[in-house]
C-alpha cells in the first residue's frame, strides 16, 4: 500500500512530503505465496523524501516530457525588423500613402515583404505560409491570413496605381512628358528619399562618394502583354528572346547602400539615361547633406558619352570613370619602361581631352592579366584556324568562287576573325593560305592588361583615382546579390504590370538596403563576413515552443555559438526573445 504523506518538521517553515509504503516480506526467505500455510510474514515500511510543494511541482516539470515540439525562424528576421524599425520604414511609407479602411497599412505589408525578400524569397502567394514558419505573426501582432495575393496588389496600388501609369503612357504619347519622366515623378522617390533622412539620423554614412552602374533583368511576361517597362533589348544573362527591365544602381562608396534606384525598360541605352540618372542623383545629394561636400562619381564605361561627361561637369561632379583601350592607341603604345611604380601597382600617368573637357589618365598596366588575354586570344585564333583549315580540306572540291564565299562568312562570324587574314590560291591545284594578320594582332595585344582611367579633377592624386575606381566593384556585388536566388532574388518577379514592376523593384532595393546595413552594424563592431554567412549565422538562431499541455507552453531559442551570442548583442534581439 502507497501514500503521500504530509508533515511538519520541527522548525520547518513549511511543509514536507514523503513517499510512504507498507509491504509484508517472509520471515523465512525460503517460504512462497501469499495464501495460509505459506509462511510466517511480517509486515514493513518505507519513506522517500520527495520534498516541499514547490519542490515536488519543479521536479515534475523538468522530468515532463513534452506532447508537442515546434520551431519558428528567429534570428534573421529579428535582426532584419529591428534595422527596419530603426529607419523607420513602416512609418515613412505610411507617411505618404494613405490607409486602407481596414486591415494592414501599405508600410506593413511592404515591411514583410521586404523581410520575405532577406530570409526566404517567395512569390506573394507564398508569404502567408513563410511567414507562418517564423516569430513574426507574434512580434508584428499580425494576422498571417491577411496576407493574400490580392491584398498586397491592392495595397501596391495604393503606391502607384494601374490607371496613374495610364495617364502618364497618354501623356507621354502627346509629347508632354519624355520616356524618363514618365515614372519619375511619383511617390516612391520620395519613400526612398525619407528613408534615407532616417538612415543618416541612426548611421553615420559618408555620401561624398556614390558608385554608379546598370544592370538588366528578364522575365517571362508574355510579348502580347501591354507593358512599357518590359522590353526585349541585349540581355546581360543571354536570355535576348525574352523581354527585360532595366535597373540603375547608385551606392554609396565603402558600406554599398543603395542611395538611389531608378527602373527603365529594357530597350534604353545605359549612356541616354545617365543624364536625368545623375540630375535625381544630385538633387537627392542636396536634399540630405544640403551640399556641404563635394560629390564624387564612380562610373563604368557603358555609361561614357561626350554629352554624358558635359552634364556631370555641368552638375559640378567629380567623375570617375575608364576607357576603352582600343579607342586609345596613343595611350596603349606607351612603352612600358616610361610607367611608374605607384604602391606596386605599374601606372603611366598623363593628361589627355576626353569627351571635350581635359582629364587626368592613369594607365594601368597588370602583367598576369596581359599573359591570361594574350594565352587566350592565341587559343581562341588558333581554333578558329583549324576550322578554316577543317572546311578548305572537306571542301576542296567546290569552286573557288564558293570556297572564298564560306571562308569571309566563317571569319565574319568569328569576334577573332579580324586577326586573321586567308586566301585560296591556284586553280587546278587548291591552295590555303591563312597567316596572322599581325597588324591588328599586335593592335591587341597592347591593349592587354591595360586598365585605362580618367577624372575630370585634375588635382586628383594618382592613389586616389585608382582607389575609386576600385571602389566599383561594390556596385557589381550589390547586382550579384540582386540575382542571389537565396536572398532579394530580383528574379523571378511575378508581377506582369508596369505598377507592380515599380513597387516590386522598390521592395528589392529596400532589402538590399536593409541588408547591407544589418552587414554595415555588424562591422562597426569589428566583425566582418559575408551577407551570406552573415544570414546563415542569423538563420540558425531559432525559436523552439514545447508544448507541455494546454495551459503550459515553454519557448526557448537554441543554444548559440559564439558569434551568434554576438550577433544576438549586436541586433539587441533579447527585445524579441522569449520570456
Not at 495610364?166 to 515614372?183: C, S
Not at 578558329?384 to 583549315?389: A, D, G, K, N, V
Amino acid at each position: 500500500m502507497a501514500t503521500i504523506v504530509r508533515r511538519q518538521p520541527r522548525g520547518c517553515p513549511e511543509p514536507v512530503y514523503y513517499y510512504h509504503e507498507t509491504y509484508r516480506v517472509k520471515v523465512n526467505p525460503s517460504d512462497k505465496g501469499k495464501g495460509p500455510g505459506s509462511g510466517k510474514s511480517k509486515v514493513k515500511s518505507r519513506d522517500v523524501y520527495l520534498g516541499t510543494a514547490r519542490q515536488i511541482l519543479e521536479k515534475i516539470q523538468a522530468g515532463q516530457r513534452p506532447q508537442e515540439v515546434s520551431k519558428k525562424e528567429f534570428g534573421l528576421v529579428s535582426a532584419a525588423l529591428r534595422v527596419a524599425e530603426e529607419i523607420g520604414l513602416v512609418e515613412v511609407i505610411d507617411s505618404h500613402v494613405r490607409k486602407r479602411n481596414q486591415g494592414l497599412t501599405v508600410g506593413q505589408y511592404i515591411l514583410i515583404a521586404v523581410l520575405n525578400k532577406i530570409a526566404h524569397p517567395t512569390s506573394r502567394n507564398g508569404i502567408r505560409d513563410w511567414i507562418k514558419q517564423t516569430v513574426l505573426p507574434e512580434k508584428l501582432g499580425i494576422d498571417p491570413d491577411l496576407l493574400t495575393s490580392q491584398n498586397f496588389w491592392d495595397n501596391f496600388d495604393l503606391i502607384l496605381s494601374e490607371d496613374d501609369v495610364r495617364t502618364q503612357k497618354e501623356r507621354l504619347a502627346r509629347g508632354e512628358i519624355d520616356e524618363y519622366e514618365l515614372f519619375s515623378d511619383d511617390v516612391i522617390y520620395r519613400i526612398e528619399e525619407g528613408i534615407w533622412r532616417q538612415v543618416l539620423k541612426q548611421y553615420q554614412v559618408p555620401l561624398d562618394c556614390v558608385l554608379y552602374d546598370t544592370t538588366n533583368f528578364f522575365t517571362f511576361i508574355s510579348p502580347t502583354t501591354d507593358s512599357f517597362l518590359a522590353q526585349t533589348g541585349h540581355n546581360k544573362h543571354g536570355r535576348h528572346n525574352l523581354r527585360q527591365v532595366g535597373l540603375a544602381l547608385a551606392v554609396t562608396r565603402g558600406s554599398g547602400l543603395p542611395l538611389l534606384h531608378t527602373l527603365y525598360h529594357g530597350r534604353r541605352s545605359d549612356a541616354r539615361l545617365f543624364p536625368e540618372a545623375m540630375t535625381d542623383l544630385v538633387n537627392r545629394y542636396l536634399a540630405l547633406t544640403q551640399g556641404t561636400r563635394e560629390l564624387t562619381v564612380v562610373f563604368d564605361k557603358g555609361n561614357n558619352s561626350k554629352a554624358n561627361v558635359e552634364k556631370a561637369s555641368e552638375l559640378k561632379l567629380r567623375v570617375v570613370g575608364s576607357l576603352v583601350p582600343s579607342h586609345h592607341k596613343d595611350l596603349t603604345g606607351v612603352r612600358l619602361n616610361r610607367y611608374a611604380d605607384i604602391e606596386g601597382q605599374r601606372v603611366y600617368v598623363t593628361r589627355k581631352e576626353v569627351f571635350g573637357i581635359q582629364a587626368k589618365v592613369a594607365v594601368l598596366y597588370n602583367e598576369a592579366t596581359y599573359k591570361r588575354q594574350s594565352r587566350r586570344l592565341k587559343v581562341k585564333v588558333e581554333a578558329l584556324r583549324e576550322e578554316i583549315r577543317a572546311y578548305f580540306e572537306s571542301h576542296k572540291d567546290k569552286p573557288k568562287s564558293e570556297m572564298k564565299l564560306a571562308l569571309r562568312d566563317i571569319l565574319q562570324q568569328s569576334e577573332y576573325g579580324r586577326y586573321l587574314v586567308v586566301e585560296v590560291e591556284g586553280r587546278r591545284y587548291k591552295r590555303l593560305v591563312c597567316r596572322i594578320n599581325l597588324k591588328t594582332y599586335r593592335a591587341k595585344l597592347r591593349t592587354f592588361g591595360k586598365t585605362i582611367l580618367f577624372t575630370n579633377d585634375l588635382n586628383m592624386t594618382t592613389e586616389e583615382l585608382i582607389k575609386l575606381y576600385r571602389g566599383k566593384n561594390e556596385v557589381e556585388s550589390q547586382f550579384r546579390q540582386l540575382n542571389d536566388p537565396d536572398a532579394i532574388a530580383f528574379r523571378p518577379m511575378y508581377h506582369w504590370t508596369d505598377s507592380k514592376i515599380k513597387v516590386y523593384a522598390l521592395i528589392c532595393v529596400l532589402a538590399l538596403l536593409v541588408l547591407q546595413l544589418m552587414n554595415y552594424r555588424v562591422c562597426s563592431y569589428g566583425l566582418r563576413m559575408s551577407n551570406s554567412v552573415l544570414r546563415a549565422e542569423l538563420a540558425d538562431i531559432v525559436e523552439v515552443a514545447m508544448v507541455y499541455s494546454l495551459t503550459r507552453v515553454v519557448k526557448q531559442l537554441t543554444t548559440m555559438s559564439t558569434v551568434q551570442q554576438t550577433l544576438f548583442e549586436i541586433f539587441e534581439l533579447q527585445r524579441y526573445a522569449p520570456t
